[in-house]
């Protein structure tokens, strides 16, 4: 009986012995708890357990120390970066680019989230549009970035500037590249737009800006690239390429105004007409009145019956400082003029070009059917 009794009070003095054990346990517990918490409760800590949880591939558990992390330093750069980097280490790859898009609204010049994005669109995600996007818009703000997947943007030849003759311009990229471009001010070019195989031909009289890519078999683009181009043009007849029908100079101006002249410091007259924006250069001699006198400007309009008028010279002469041999399609695309004809004289049995310029009846001699040469010649009518 006696060995009874004994067992029982052993068994709850054990019991006892536990309890507080256990009481004892749970208030140590309880405090490193408060202690850890409180040591661990700011930023610097909960960024050290992310990275320790990441290297160990607890990647919720990094998740959760950089969110925490954010709650002390909200929009933090370098937390939401590594917070980025796990997803994509946990392949979340939405939730890395919606981590790198709330850095980007935070700071649209931070070039290294532009590439960061760019790397995980096309290596990750296979989102090319999404990774030219951000090659645009990057562009847009002049940043410069570097990336293994931008290739650099295709050269022009010339480069941009005012051109005083015709020009065209020829782009070149890297080699497997569709160079694509767009002929508008800020018209940045897409996988559909015109592809480049010849020169671009330019407007005269006008500013064009042009804009390329180089593309990949992907549609990825490469760094655009633009320049802009004005190509102004004055046509210069001399002395000897005027004639006139019986009539002065002065006639000659009357019929063919609204215009202006004025004496010129070699002791010439010029006018300017109202129809191809030319400048016609006569010796003082040729007008009537007293020599090296300074005639008022005519604004007369084209008098009914007035006399017929020939201005004669040479095609090298019209465009200026270009040479060569050119198809008459480019010809006539370059002077921006779409209703033309090319027919065979009767009378000399040569091909012809004709067209009109506001009243003005040009007549061209060409090389062949096909072709204009600058040596041949040109007249035109005024009517």
């Not at 005083?164 to 990229?173: A, P």
Request: neutral net charge; contains cysteine.
């Amino acid at each position: 009986m006696k060995n009874v009794y004994r067992r029982r009070r052993i068994a709850l003095a054990f019991a006892v012995i536990l309890i507080i054990a256990a009481i004892i346990g749970t208030g140590v517990a309880l405090l490193y708890h408060h202690f850890f918490v409180a040591v661990n409760d700011n930023y610097d800590a909960q960024m050290r357990i992310g990275d320790e949880q990441r290297t160990f591939g607890e990647y919720q558990n990094a998740e959760e120390a950089y969110l925490r992390a954010l709650k002390f330093k909200d929009g933090d750069r370098n937390a939401n970066i590594r917070l980025a980097e796990v997803y994509v280490l946990w392949e979340k790859y939405p939730e890395a680019s919606e981590r790198y898009v709330i850095l980007q609204d935070i700071d649209e010049n931070d070039a290294e989230i532009y590439e960061r994005l760019i790397d995980l669109y096309v290596e990750k995600m296979d989102e090319i549009g999404l990774a030219n996007e951000q090659i645009i818009k990057a562009f847009e703000l002049d940043l410069s970035l570097e990336s293994p997947h931008i290739v650099p943007p295709p050269e022009f030849s010339p480069k941009g500037g005012i051109f005083k003759q015709m020009t065209s311009v020829k782009l070149k990229g890297p080699k497997g590249y569709k160079v694509r471009y767009t002929k508008k001010k800020n018209k940045m070019p897409t996988v559909k737009s015109k592809r480049y195989k010849k020169p671009v031909k330019l407007g005269i009289n006008k500013k064009t800006w042009i804009y390329a890519v180089c593309f990949d078999k992907r549609g990825l683009m490469g760094w655009p690239a633009r320049e802009r181009y004005e190509i102004e043009l004055e046509f210069v007849v001399d002395t000897s390429a005027v004639s006139y029908l019986g009539c002065s100079a002065k006639t000659i101006m009357n019929s063919v105004g609204p215009l202006f002249f004025e004496g010129t410091e070699q002791g010439g007259c010029f006018y300017k007409d109202n129809f191809g924006k030319c400048y016609y250069i006569f010796p003082i001699s040729v007008f009537a009145g007293e020599e090296g006198k300074t005639l008022s400007p005519v604004k007369t309009p084209l008098p009914a019956g007035a006399p017929c008028i020939a201005v004669t010279f040479s095609v090298g002469q019209y465009i200026v400082q270009q040479s060569g041999d050119f198809a008459i399609d480019v010809f006539m695309n370059g002077i921006n003029i779409k209703d033309y004809t090319v027919e065979r004289s009767g009378n000399d049995g040569a091909w012809h070009l004709y067209y009109n310029i506001s009243g003005a009846e040009y007549d061209m001699t060409l090389k062949d059917q096909e072709t204009i040469s600058t040596n041949q010649t040109m007249t035109v009518r005024l009517n």
